[in-house]
């Protein structure tokens, strides 16, 4: 069976070209068996998609060492867990994993749009199906995962496989990659999108409304793959940073960025019918950063901690990279006229302009990453020396930038469309703007002189000021109508209109996220040698080392430390930091221990023992609110939810009720 | 046993790509020229909702809410005057990009019944309506 899955991958890729070619031959000469046909091909395509990774699958849970990727990536004694997600843990399985889910992604987009969008729907077909096409020449030419080992013309096997890398041994890296590729390949469908549009010169904004639930649900899966490997890095790389403006972080960055710009933007465009033009920019731009991040992981060009590959995939990608620019490029200025705005930013204090700035503060930061990442790469093309561009750049660049958009995030709600009045205001930047003055000037009398964390944390309360002020007022409105009590109007006003209210929410947790990395001003650490019953002290803790272990198991061997942990002489936890060498891949690897609380973790890595194998050596971190980033988190998935979710007024629209509110604009009109 | 099953595989996606009957293709959908017009003029009507509400719960001067309201309404006159000149949301056109619709009559060319509608099948012998029926 271990040519099968190569048979399937190729008869994939033949099926992709016809789809690509069936599509757009069907929609030119108008021939309707053509397209369905086409749209036949892109289900045979999932489907033999699905079958060759689940051919891998199995190759990797029954131990199949014939298979070459299944000898590198895994090996007998590893859990079944990490097995199965040795199905991304090499390059050859990971292309494999992105095409699955892009032609898992055409299906649901063929089947959610067969009685819709009917003149672009083949474009997008065809558009996806270009992608499809393109990863699937790797996986059947390039990086094949079904490759074989053999001696000669006879097939053979080895005894036990390499292994996979134990910093992917974790749990949350065993689904960040599958995540994080759901947001990187799920931005194909506005890209898809956006060129059907554009090709067809389709009238009116409805492919939008189809895009932008879309572009939050892949944004959404995006977001949760960043924090997954934030919180990855934190809980198992033993330097207890969650973010390191690693090129490979950045590279998941940037789509991101851009994707919450457009998400942001395409509000202008539905409301006022403005910034078309920049709303197909930011697709565009979103879906080629995702394929320039792939290219960025799977080439090798930049070095990174993650270092995943050193492969010849580069010039594959810098052409397809060419292609998709040029082809958007082209779309873009001969559509121009297509795209002509039908409104004008009136004043610079209105929300529209407060989207603006926060459109433009967001290419900044996106385009000083990208600058940063690719510097190496610049420099020694120009200089012929390659030269890293440190944390201390992106920092400089970052938090300014970050800081901005934190405090739009609280202008922009407070903000009328067209205008505001200096009376509106006033009335509505009163309040928030005394809390975050109160707060900086609280926190500086209370000693705080860090700058950008007096800042931060000031404009934290800001807006959360505002955001508070938002839902009180719609709640008290609702709440004097009804007469229900406060918390029933304030769930009430948030299933009325689920989009600004459950965008509000999403805010809150960027916010909290904020909260928690200006904690990261007050981080201290200290790294000791120590044998059993050493103490040593860090901010308030008191450490003492109970017992030093070391063992094996069938996987790998262990150091294992014991740590009393107290405070004022009152015993707090003991902490079980361990240090692990796996004998497959002969690699090490960290298991922290963490002490998680509100106000601050603390965190002790086993980091090895000394030369003379007599003491441990121990790295003691202090990282203050830093559980804040993860509270955010989950408020962040929150309000996304939310957002997605149909509002309760719309849902009735959509039933035929017209609204009382409407009715009385039709009134006056007449 | 593997090449017998790769074989299997093609000929059934080969089959499964190619074999399309006439009832697979989707029904045509009438597409109305006004269309995108009723979709922004329920925008405006969104725009004014939020409006009210805004105003409502005191984010907006009296001032500031006279004038954005006189702009929807100026954007909703003109919208409407748009839909009049394109002969009224009521009038509907065939999509052009779509599968022709299979011919429909009122007169079973098999068993000669008659019906109100035009049907793609005879309601009382089930034989198709598209030869010689009356259309």
Known sequence: ?670 | MTALVAVLLALGAILFTLAIRRNDLPEAASVSPTAHLEEKKAIVYDNFRDLQFEYRVGKLSDTDYQVAKAVLQRELANLNAEIERLGGAKTAVPATQVKPVPAMGTVCPKCGAKFAQPLKFCGECAAPMAKGGAA
């Open chain 1, 1 to 670: 069976m271990e040519n099968l899955g190569a048979i399937a991958i190729l008869l994939a890729f033949c099926l992709g070209i016809y789809a690509l070619v069936g599509s757009v031959a069907g929609a030119w000469r108008q021939k309707p068996f053509l397209i369905a046909s086409a749209n036949r091909a892109i289900y045979a395509v999932w489907f033999l998609l699905t079958t060759a990774s689940a051919l891998l699958v199995y190759a990797l849970l029954t131990s199949d060492f014939r298979l070459a990727y299944v000898a590198a990536h895994s090996n007998r004694d590893m859990p079944p867990l990490y097995k199965f997600a040795a199905w991304w843990g090499g390059q050859e399985g990971s292309l494999l994993l992105w095409s699955w889910l892009l032609s898992c992604y055409s299906v649901v987009v063929l089947f959610t749009n067969r009685h819709k969008h009917r003149r672009i729907m083949p474009y997008v077909s065809a558009t996806l199906m270009t992608t499809q096409v393109f990863f699937l020449i790797f996986n059947a030419f390039v990086a094949n995962p079904f490759r074989v080992l053999a001696v000669g013309r006879e097939i053979t096997s080895v005894p036990d496989g390499n292994g996979l890398n134990p910093l992917l041994q974790y749990w949350a890296m065993a689904i960040h990659p599958p995540i994080l590729y759901l947001g990187y390949v799920g931005f194909a469908v506005p890209f898809a999108f956006a060129m059907g549009s554009l090709i067809t010169r389709e009238p009116g904004d409805g492919w939008l409304h189809t895009i932008r639930r879309w572009t939050l649900v892949t944004w959404l899966f995006q977001s949760c793959g960043i924090l997954l490997g934030a919180g990855w890095a934190y809980a198992v790389l033993g330097w207890g940073g969650y973010w390191g403006w690693d090129p490979v972080e950045n590279a998941s960055l940037l789509p991101w960025i851009t994707a919450t710009a457009f998400l942001h933007s395409v509000m202008m465009q539905e409301k006022k019918g403005m910034m078309k033009v920049w709303n197909v920019v930011l697709i565009s731009a979103t879906f080629w950063l995702c394929i320039f991040g792939t290219f960025l992981t799977r080439s090798g060009i930049v070095s990174s901690v993650h270092a995943f590959a050193q492969s010849p995939i580069g010039k594959w990608f810098t052409g397809y990279l060419a292609l998709v620019g040029a082809a958007a490029l082209y779309l873009i200025l001969s559509r121009l006229d297509y795209l002509k705005t039908r409104s004008r930013l009136e004043s610079v204090i209105s929300r529209e302009s407060s989207f603006l700035f926060n459109n433009l503060l967001l290419l900044v930061s996106c385009f000083a990453i990208l600058w940063g990442t690719l510097f190496p790469v610049i420099s020694e093309a120009v200089t012929g020396q390659k030269i890293s561009v440190d944390v201390p750049f992106f920092n400089r660049v970052q938090i300014p930038v970050g800081l901005s958009l934190l405090f739009l995030t609280g202008v922009a709600p407070l903000l009328a469309w067209r205008r505001s009045s200096p009376a509106s205001l006033k009335r509505n930047f009163m309040l928030p703007g005394i809390a975050g003055i109160g707060t900086i000037a609280v926190l500086f009398a209370a000693g705080m002189r860090h700058f950008y964390a007096l800042v931060c944390f000031g404009l934290c309360l800001f807006v959360a000021s505002t955001i508070a002020l938002e839902f009180y007022r719609g709640a008290r409105a609702i709440s004097v109508k009804t007469g229900q009590n406060l918390a029933a109007a304030v769930v009430e006003l948030t299933r009325r209109n689920t989009r600004r209210y459950g965008g509000y929410t999403v805010h809150i947790g960027i916010v909290l996220m904020f909260v928690g990395f200006a904690g990261s001003a007050f981080n201290k650490n200290l790294t000791v040698d120590v044998g059993i019953g050493d103490t040593f002290h860090l901010g308030r803790y008191d450490l003492k080392v109970l017992e030093l272990r070391e063992g094996e198991n069938p996987n790998y061997t262990w150091n294992h430390a014991v740590v009393d942990v107290s405070t004022g002489g009152s015993h707090l936890a003991n902490m079980e930091p361990e240090r692990r060498f796996y004998k497959s891949s002969q690699q090490g690897s960290a298991e922290v221990s963490i002490r998680r609380r509100l106000h601050e973790d603390l965190y002790l890595n086993f980091a090895g023992m000394t030369d003379d194998n007599a003491k441990a050596v121990m790295q003691a971190y202090v990282f203050p609110l830093v559980s804040w980033i993860w509270i955010g988190f989950w408020v962040l998935i929150l309000g996304t939810l939310i957002c997605l979710t149909p509002s309760r007024v719309r849902a009735r629209k959509a039933r035929g009720a017209e609204p009382e509110l409407a009715d009385e604009l039709v009134v006056a009109e007449r």
